[in-house]
C-alpha cells in the first residue's frame, strides 16, 4: 500500500512543482506590474497552494482509478505509454492554456475564462483581431520551455509503473477507497464548511497578487463548469427596448437633494445585519419585543420605512448594498472575480478621498467568495473568523456576534479618522445558535430566530453605548441595514412575496442634523440606493453606480428584487412578481390596477438589463 501511496503522491507532486513554474512565469511576465516586496510575491504561492493541490488531484483522478482498478485486478495489464501519454498530452493543454492566459490578463487585468473560448468559438475574427498584438515569439518561446521543462521533469518524478503489491482482495478494496476519499477531500479543499473557491487563494488588497494566487487552471474548470457567461436567461425585449425601460425608471434622479449631515467628512460605520427582516422590528409594524435597541436608535435617527432587499442571499446582499449592483438571480456575481472586480464600491471610494477602511466578520471570508470581493473592493483590512482565538470561535459558522463588535470598537480606536468600517454579524442565521440563554425559549425555529435577532439587537445596543464613549463617536454617521429579509418569524412570505424582502435601513448618530433626528421617511427604495445616497451625501460623485437612486432627492419611487429564476417590483401604486419559469404573474398587490402589464414589462426589462450588465462584465 505505501508503495502504491508513494506512486500517487509523486505523481501529485509533480503537478505541484509545475504549477509552481507556471506562477512564477506569471509573475515574472507580469514584474513590471509587481511594486511589491519579496514577502508578498512568496505569500502567492503560500496562499495558491489550496488550489493548486485540488487542480492536481482533479488531474490525477484519471490516473488514480486506472491504478486501482490494475491493483483490483493484476491480471489486466496497461502498457506505461498509455500514463506517458495522458502526462505530455496534459502538460501540452496547461502549457496551452497559461500562454493565453498571459495574454488575456495582460488586455482583461483578469484570468482566462469560459467567456474568453466562448468568444474565441463564436466570434473568432475578433477573438484573432484581439490577439493580434500579442508577442508571439516570446508566447511560442514561453511554450516550448513549459513544455521541455515539463516533460524533462516528468520522467524524473511520477513513476509511470505500478509496483506489485501483496495484499489480500479486502484490504486493497479499504485502501482504494481510502485513496478516494483523500482525493475527494483535496478537491474539496478540506472538512470546513465552505468548499474551495477562489477566496481561499486571496490574502491581498492588490489584485495582481491575488489573480497570481489562484491556479489558472483551477479557475478556468470552475469557470467553465459554471458557464457563468451563457446567454441571458431573461431575453424580453430588444435590447434597446429594455434599456429605454430602465431608463424611465432613473428619470430625475440627480434632482433636489437633502442633505441630513453636518459634515462631509463623517466617520462612517456600516453594520450589515444578518436576516433582519422588517417583521422583526415594531418601528416598522412588526413584532414587538425583538429589537428594543433598533427601535430606541430610531427615535433619535432616520428611519427609511420601505426598503427591500436586491435579493435574498448575503453575498447578493453585500454586492447590492457595497457596489449598488443588483442581484442576479440565478446567479452571484460575488463569487466571479473576473466579473465582481468591475464593479464600483463605497470602500474604493472612500479610501481614495482619504478614508481608512476596514471589514469586519465573524464567520469564514472565503465563505462564497467574499473574502476576493472584499479584498479587491478598497478594503483595507480584512477582520474574520482568522483573526480570533479558537476559543472565541463558539458557533458553527465562527465568532458570535458580541465578539466581533468588541473586536470593531476596539479597532476602530485605533484608526485614523475619517474611517469607513463595515461589520457583517452572523448569529442571526440558521441553525440560530446562542451563545447563552434564549430570550424566546422553546424549541421551535419560529423562536430560535426571534432569540438570535434579540441578541443580536442587545449586542448592537451596548456597543452603540460603548461607542458614544470613545473620541470619535461624535463623529460618525452609524448606517444599519439587513442583508435580505426572511421567511421568519411568521412564516407567512413565500419566495414571491414582496413582503419577504423588506428590510430596516437607518441612518444614526450625531453627525444627523437636529431637524432629522427621528424622522420617518416612507420613500420606497432598494439595498442598491444605499452607495448613491450616502456618496451625494459626502458630495462625492455616485455616478459610476447606474443603478442606485438617491433616496434623499425627488427620483421615483421603486424597488426590484429577485429570486431563483423570478423577479418583483414595489412602486407606491403596485407591487407585483413574476415567476420566469412559468412565464406568468404570481403576486400582485392589487387585482384590478389598471397599468399590471405595464409595470411587469418594467420588471423583465430591469431583469434583462441586470443580467446583461452581468454577462457583460
Not at 71 to 82: A, D, G, N, Q
Not at 341 to 349: H, R, S, V, Y
Not at 498 to 520: A, D, T
Request: include cysteine.
Amino acid at each position: 500500500m505505501l508503495k502504491t501511496l508513494q506512486v500517487l503522491l509523486r505523481f501529485v507532486c509533480f503537478w505541484l512543482i509545475f504549477f509552481f513554474i507556471d506562477r512564477s512565469i506569471f509573475l515574472i511576465f507580469f514584474s513590471d506590474k509587481l511594486a511589491v516586496s519579496p514577502h508578498e510575491v512568496v505569500s502567492t504561492y503560500v496562499n495558491g497552494l489550496r488550489l493548486d493541490f485540488s487542480t492536481a488531484v482533479y488531474i490525477s483522478a484519471i490516473p488514480l482509478l486506472i491504478y486501482i482498478v490494475l491493483w483490483l485486478f493484476p491480471r489486466l495489464k496497461l502498457s506505461t505509454s498509455v500514463p506517458r501519454a495522458y502526462v505530455y498530452i496534459t502538460i501540452s493543454l496547461i502549457t496551452l492554456i497559461s500562454v493565453i492566459n498571459l495574454n488575456i490578463y495582460r488586455e482583461w487585468g483578469s484570468k482566462v475564462n469560459y467567456r474568453a473560448f466562448q468568444l474565441a468559438f463564436s466570434s473568432p475574427n475578433e477573438a484573432f483581431a484581439s490577439a493580434a498584438s500579442s508577442p508571439l515569439f516570446l508566447s511560442v518561446l514561453i511554450a516550448v520551455l513549459m513544455i521541455f521543462i515539463g516533460i524533462w521533469l516528468s520522467k524524473r518524478i511520477i513513476q509511470f509503473t505500478l509496483p506489485d503489491v501483496m495484499m489480500t482482495l479486502w484490504v486493497k478494496v479499504l485502501s482504494a477507497l481510502l485513496f478516494i476519499t483523500m482525493a475527494g477531500l483535496i478537491i474539496r479543499g478540506g472538512w470546513q464548511l465552505a468548499p474551495i473557491n477562489p477566496s481561499m487563494a486571496y490574502f491581498s488588497n492588490k489584485p495582481i497578487l491575488n489573480h497570481a494566487a489562484v491556479n489558472t487552471h483551477w479557475n478556468l474548470l470552475h469557470d467553465w463548469l459554471k458557464k457563468s457567461a451563457g446567454d441571458n436567461p431573461y431575453k424580453y425585449f430588444p435590447q434597446h427596448k429594455a434599456n429605454a425601460l430602465v431608463h424611465q425608471l432613473y428619470a430625475g434622479k440627480g434632482e433636489k437633494s437633502i442633505f441630513l449631515l453636518t459634515t462631509q467628512r463623517p466617520n462612517v460605520v456600516l453594520i450589515i445585519l444578518e436576516s433582519f427582516t422588517a417583521d422583526i422590528i415594531e418601528s416598522l409594524g412588526g413584532e414587538k419585543g425583538i429589537t428594543p435597541g433598533i427601535d430606541k436608535l430610531v427615535r433619535s435617527g432616520v428611519l427609511f420605512t420601505n426598503i427591500y432587499a436586491s435579493g435574498d442571499r448575503t453575498d447578493k446582499g453585500l454586492t447590492a448594498i457595497l457596489s449598488g449592483f443588483p442581484s442576479q438571480a440565478i446567479r452571484s456575481i460575488v463569487k466571479e472575480n473576473n466579473k465582481h472586480e468591475k464593479l464600483p464600491a463605497i470602500a474604493a471610494d472612500l479610501q481614495q478621498t482619504g478614508y481608512y477602511t476596514s471589514f469586519f466578520y465573524g464567520g469564514e471570508s472565503e465563505f462564497s467568495n467574499m473574502k476576493s470581493y472584499i479584498l479587491s473592493h478598497g478594503f483595507d483590512n480584512l477582520v474574520d473568523q482568522n483573526s480570533f482565538k479558537a476559543a472565541d470561535k463558539n458557533s458553527k459558522w465562527g465568532t458570535h456576534d458580541h465578539i466581533v463588535f468588541k473586536r470593531q470598537l476596539t479597532d476602530l480606536s485605533k484608526h485614523q479618522q475619517p474611517f469607513f468600517s463595515t461589520l457583517l454579524t452572523l448569529s442571526n442565521h440558521e441553525p440560530f445558535e446562542l451563545p447563552g440563554n434564549p430570550h424566546y425559549p422553546g424549541p421551535a425555529v419560529e423562536n430560535k430566530f426571534r432569540s438570535t435577532a434579540f441578541y443580536t439587537d442587545s449586542v448592537l445596543h451596548n456597543y452603540i453605548e460603548k461607542a458614544k464613549q470613545t473620541p470619535w463617536y461624535n463623529n460618525t454617521l452609524f448606517i444599519i441595514v439587513a442583508d435580505h429579509g426572511h421567511r421568519l418569524p411568521g412564516n407567512k412570505y413565500e419566495s414571491f412575496n414582496p413582503g419577504r424582502y423588506r428590510i430596516p435601513l437607518i441612518f444614526f448618530g450625531n453627525v444627523i442634523k437636529e431637524e432629522f433626528r427621528g424622522k420617518k421617511l416612507n420613500k420606497i427604495g432598494s439595498q442598491t440606493d444605499i452607495a448613491t445616497t450616502l456618496l451625494s451625501q459626502l458630495n462625492i460623485s455616485s455616478e459610476k453606480y447606474k443603478w442606485g437612486q438617491n433616496l434623499l432627492n425627488t427620483s421615483k419611487e421603486f424597488a426590484f428584487f429577485n429570486w431563483d429564476n423570478g423577479f418583483g417590483i414595489v412602486t407606491p401604486e403596485q407591487s407585483t412578481s413574476f415567476d420566469n419559469v412559468g412565464k406568468h404573474v404570481i403576486y400582485r398587490r392589487k387585482e384590478n390596477y389598471s397599468k399590471n402589464d405595464s409595470l411587469v414589462n418594467m420588471g423583465k426589462a430591469y431583469m434583462q438589463s441586470v443580467f446583461q450588465q452581468y454577462i457583460n462584465y
